[in-house]
């Protein structure tokens, strides 16, 4: 399996939901990510898991709170978002956060629209 | 940190030859890559060069880096509609950075 697996591919929300964003690999990689991209952007890293621990956050409100169950999964909790949240999230894993390790495989994406 | 610089578009017939070209800052980044991502879709990795190298070359995929320069460049040689997508340049050592990202229009 050399895949990256995201559900759901496309979700709708109000300002006052609360939703998550779920991701699966299983190709062993013991690093996984999350990214933001806007239309016509580039991808914005947001987190990034290290052996289940959270190593970066790249200063992202609390709105978005990330969990790491397992090495296999990655979800991100959201509530009380914003319309200017709305974009393609994208998770990501690699085998490792170093040099070389870390060649990233990313999912297809889920598409956020928050009304 | 990492600074990535690409074009931002470029326009070609079927056939041709693409040239897509991206500077960056940082000498330590180990590895260079370049990603494909198709409208509506995640990011594919479709090569990488490692620092100690000049050339890859990868069926119609060239790749070559200038170290002194801080250029990379991906050829695609023969050129197809389906080529047509947005190229990202990364660059970085543990973190990557992404370049803005070149959109790339192939025509019949």
């Known amino acids: 399996d050399t895949e990256v697996t995201q559900t759901p591919k496309h979700l709708v929300m109000g300002m006052t939901n609360k939703k998550s964003l779920k991701c699966e690999q299983h190709m062993g990689h013991r690093a996984m990510y999350w990214y933001k991209q806007k239309a016509k952007k580039p991808p914005e890293l947001m987190f990034v898991y290290s052996y289940e621990k959270l190593s970066i956050n790249e200063s992202v409100p609390s709105r978005f709170s990330p969990e790491c169950p397992n090495s296999s999964l990655l979800n991100l909790h959201l509530h009380a978002l914003q319309p200017e949240d709305s974009a393609l999230y994208l998770c990501?894993?690699?085998?490792?956060?170093?040099?070389?390790?870390?060649?990233?495989?990313f999912g297809a994406g889920s598409r956020l629209t928050v009304l | 940190g990492e600074d990535v610089e690409q074009s931002l578009f470029l326009s070609v017939r079927e056939g041709d030859s693409s040239v897509i070209n991206c500077t960056y800052t940082d000498s330590s980044s180990t590895y260079l890559y370049w990603y494909k991502q198709e409208p509506g879709a995640g990011l594919q990795l479709l090569t990488y060069?490692?620092?100690?190298?000049d050339m890859k070359q990868d069926q119609r995929l060239t790749v070559l880096l200038n170290k002194k320069d801080k250029h990379l460049s991906l050829r695609i040689a023969d050129t197809q509609t389906g080529d047509s997508a947005i190229y990202f340049c990364?660059?970085?050592?543990?973190?990557?950075?992404f370049g803005k990202g070149t959109m790339l229009l192939v025509s019949p």
């Open positions: 060069i490692f620092s100690n190298m």
């Open positions: 990501a894993s690699s085998q490792g956060t170093g040099a070389g390790a870390n060649v990233l495989t």
């Open positions: 990364v660059g970085g050592y543990s973190t990557l950075t």
